[in-house]
């Protein structure tokens, strides 16, 4: 590219680049000042987009001819199974056949919620809440669901009886079962998922503002999401790194301020890593007189990991793009952490040079690497392979680990001991506040008191907006990531005193 047509590129945005290499691998010929029209036209598209004062995602939109001409091409009529108005179906009579399935599979396993029966199940809500007054039991045997709720279109009450005549707590999660839904069936509906063409590298002096995700998107300049459906089903992905990086980043939403949830020792403790995660500017360049020496990656050790090990990798280099002047280490560790992953079985075989198998993706982005090990952290730990652990460079995430859940926490009984030992950062996710405040209440009474609480337990501002529907149980409605907390093992400080003679 000549000299003044790399000048005329430099005052493009992410998006007006792209299309900018666009038009050059097509071997268009460009001048100056055709590069500047393509922003300015951008910029009458954004502002027709504009009808209100409210900010909000669809408030600007990024298009252009071969963008436009690309998708025609990948999305033909003849591959989409449901249109946009038909996605509303009774999941035992859904066209979709894993639909019928997931029916068939709640009739034999969920009972129905209705006061008259027995518990089938202990129900673990006020077990959580020491003051939580104890539910209601009747005398009728527990019986599974059968009806389908005409309005939601899932099986909840084992009759049309006991349905209408427990309607009105229905009621109350009927609207998002009917979303959930509706979510579900567009996932499988065959369209060309538009939200999910990710942002490239950030501009250097745009400031991410991560006030919630309308802000997030925008200054991150994602494409225009045009509907609540499709926010949800991309925020879903999101959920994962952008939660991660909503607690480490400089310009996170939570602070020391009054409720802003930070205290004083996670203040302390975040600073560390954003003094590594946001290194400044040191001259380095391609040369070799312009050579410096660099600091060691930010590992984030990702515990129990599950379905997040699974993403697609664009969505964990979107991690990598709010920390673009620091290298990243993601090691995901769990019994789990494979699952979903079948086209890379078998596992590498364990050998001296690699002890646990480790799956090793090196440069899924240029600052970026991530592993993988199929095995529990504590026996990990105790080998000390990755030891030793820096407050500067290292920290822990759990995603829904289930600490206080009866069937999961004695999965964590050997390892929290070895994560507050470390004294890192630890931070951790719930699917409902039930669900995080029984991990609180969990930590707090294994570890004695041994722990420092980091980020006060709260709703998570980058949780997923969409929500989940546990087959087991329709009354169980959880979402990704809803709650987030952080704390680490106790440091005490060594102090002095002067002895009168």
Not at 204 to 225: G, I, K, L, P, Q
Request: hydrophobic residues 35%.
């Amino acid at each position: 590219m000549e000299p003044a047509l790399r000048r005329a590129a430099r005052s493009l945005c992410g998006h007006c680049s792209a299309s900018l290499r666009k038009q050059v691998i097509a071997g268009a010929a460009l001048k100056p000042a055709s590069i500047r029209s393509i922003h300015s036209a951008k910029s009458l598209d954004a502002n027709r987009m504009v009808t209100g004062s409210k900010l909000t995602t669809t408030a600007r939109e990024y298009s252009s001819s071969a963008s436009e001409a690309s998708t025609s091409e990948r999305s033909p009529a003849a591959t989409l199974r449901l249109s946009q108005d038909d996605l509303f179906h009774p999941f035992s009579k859904s066209p979709v056949p894993e639909f019928r399935r997931r029916a068939a599979y709640m009739r034999q396993n969920a009972y129905c919620p209705h006061p008259d029966h027995k518990h089938a199940r202990v129900p673990l809500d006020s077990s959580t809440v020491g003051d939580a007054a104890p539910v209601a039991e009747g005398d009728m045997a527990p019986a599974h669901v059968d009806f389908e709720c005409p309005d939601c279109g899932i099986a909840v009450y084992c009759s049309k009886e006991h349905w209408m005549d427990d309607y009105e707590n229905h009621l109350k999660i009927c609207d998002t079962l009917r979303q959930i839904n509706e979510d579900d069936h567009d996932l499988r509906s065959g369209r060309v998922f538009h939200e999910g063409n990710l942002p490239d590298l950030q501009m250097e002096n745009a400031a991410v503002n991560m006030t919630n995700w309308d802000t997030f998107m925008y200054t991150r300049e994602f494409e225009a999401v045009n509907s609540d459906r499709s926010m949800r089903q991309i925020t879903r992905l999101l959920t994962y790194p952008i939660t991660v990086g909503s607690v480490l980043h400089e310009l996170s939403p939570y602070n020391i301020q009054k409720g802003g949830r930070l205290t004083v020792e996670g203040l302390k403790s975040f600073s560390a890593l954003r003094y590594n995660l946001h290194i400044p500017k040191s001259g380095r360049g391609a040369g070799v007189n312009q050579l410096r020496p660099e600091p060691p990656p930010v590992r984030l050790f990702i515990l129990g990991a599950r379905a997040e090990s699974s993403l697609p990798r664009p969505i964990w280099v979107q991690l990598a793009h709010l920390f673009p002047e620091s290298r990243l280490h993601l090691i995901f560790i769990g019994p789990e952490s494979m699952a979903n992953r079948d086209d890379e079985f078998p596992l590498p075989e364990r050998t001296p040079s690699n002890p646990f198998g480790t799956v090793v993706e090196d440069r899924v982005w240029y600052n970026m690497k991530i592993s993988t090990i199929v095995d529990y952290y504590h026996t990990i730990h105790k080998t000390g392979h990755f030891a030793p652990y820096d407050p500067y460079f290292d920290c822990f995430v759990l995603f829904h680990p289930g600490l206080g859940h009866p069937a999961s926490s004695h999965d964590w009984e050997e390892t929290l001991p070895l994560l507050l030992e470390t004294k890192v950062p630890i931070i951790s996710t719930g699917y409902t506040q039930v669900d995080m405040e029984r991990d609180v209440e969990w930590v707090n009474k294994k570890s004695g008191g041994e722990f420092d609480v980091l980020l006060e337990p709260g709703e998570n501002t980058f949780r997923s907006l969409r929500w989940d529907l546990d087959d087991m149980d329709p009354q169980d409605i959880t979402c990704g990531n809803w709650g987030v907390w952080a704390f680490r093992g106790k440091r005490y400080e060594t102090t002095t005193r002067d002895l009168e003679v």
